[in-house]
C-alpha cells in the first residue's frame, strides 16, 4: 500500500505522472480531514512503495496528510512533509508553512477550508526538475464562499490523528521494532495496510491544534 489508503476511490493528488490518470498541476477542494501517517522512503524504481521511514532513536518518521472534497465529490489526498527550522524561518520553501498561513496559528484550522493548490511540472525560476535536493515548489490559496461535499461518508483511516505503516499486513518486511515500540500495545491492522496508534480512537481536532501550537509557539 502507499500513504494513500484505499476507500471510496479516495487517491492521492497526482501532480507528477502525465501518462496516469487524473493528472493535474492545480487542484480545488474543501479540506475534511487532517492527520499525520508515517512517512516511506522514496523507490523510484519500482511500484512498491518504500520502507516504513524511523528516527535512528527507533520512532517513525511522521509526515501530515491532508483529505480533500474535490468539486465531484470524490476525496483526494495531499501528503507533505512537516516544517523543520529552516522552513519555519522561510529560509526553505514549504506547503506546511504555506497552509500553516493560512490559520491563526493552528493548523486544525484548516479542516472546512476551501482551497486551490497548483506546482509547475519544473521550477519556474531555474527550469530543473523536481528532485531530491530541488524539492517540489506550491502555490496555495483559499477558495472563500466555497464548499465542496464528498458523495460517500469518510473512511475509518481518515478518523484518527496518527496512522503508522503496517507492512506486515501486506506480506512485506517489516522492520525489527526499537525498545520503545515494543512497549507499546498492538492493536488490529486498518483497511489500507496502516494501524491506528493507540489512543487514536477518533479523530480530535484538538490534539492535532496542541501538537502545532507546542511546535510553532
Request: glycine fraction near 10%.
Amino acid at each position: 500500500m502507499s500513504l494513500n489508503p484505499s476507500g471510496m476511490g479516495g487517491s492521492s493528488w497526482n501532480m507528477s505522472r502525465p501518462n496516469d490518470e487524473g493528472y493535474s498541476l492545480e487542484i480545488w477542494g474543501t479540506v475534511v480531514s487532517l492527520q499525520e501517517v508515517q512517512a516511506r522512503m522514496y523507490n523510484p524504481n519500482s511500484n512498491q512503495p518504500g520502507a516504513p521511514r524511523f528516527w535512528p532513536d527507533g520512532h517513525p518518521v511522521m509526515n501530515i496528510r491532508m483529505g480533500l472534497a474535490t468539486p465531484d465529490g470524490s476525496l483526494k489526498t495531499v501528503t507533505f512533509g512537516k516544517a523543520g527550522k529552516k522552513q519555519v524561518s522561510g529560509e526553505k520553501p514549504s506547503l506546511h508553512m504555506q497552509l500553516f498561513n493560512l490559520t491563526n496559528r493552528n493548523m486544525s484550522e484548516l479542516v472546512g477550508k476551501t482551497l486551490h493548490l497548483w506546482t509547475w511540472p519544473a521550477n519556474p525560476t531555474t527550469g530543473q526538475v523536481w528532485g531530491q535536493g530541488n524539492p517540489r515548489l506550491f502555490g496555495v490559496e483559499e477558495v472563500e464562499g466555497t464548499k465542496y461535499e464528498l458523495s460517500s461518508p469518510l473512511p475509518p483511516e481518515f478518523l484518527v490523528p496518527e496512522l503508522l505503516c503496517n507492512d506486515g499486513a501486506q506480506g512485506g518486511q517489516p522492520m525489527a521494532p526499537s525498545p520503545q515500540m515494543i512497549q507499546q500495545p498492538q492493536v488490529p491492522p486498518m483497511q489500507g495496510g496502516y494501524y491506528a496508534t493507540p489512543t487514536a480512537q477518533q479523530y480530535q481536532q484538538q490534539t492535532l491544534a496542541s501538537y502545532t501550537r507546542r511546535k510553532f509557539e
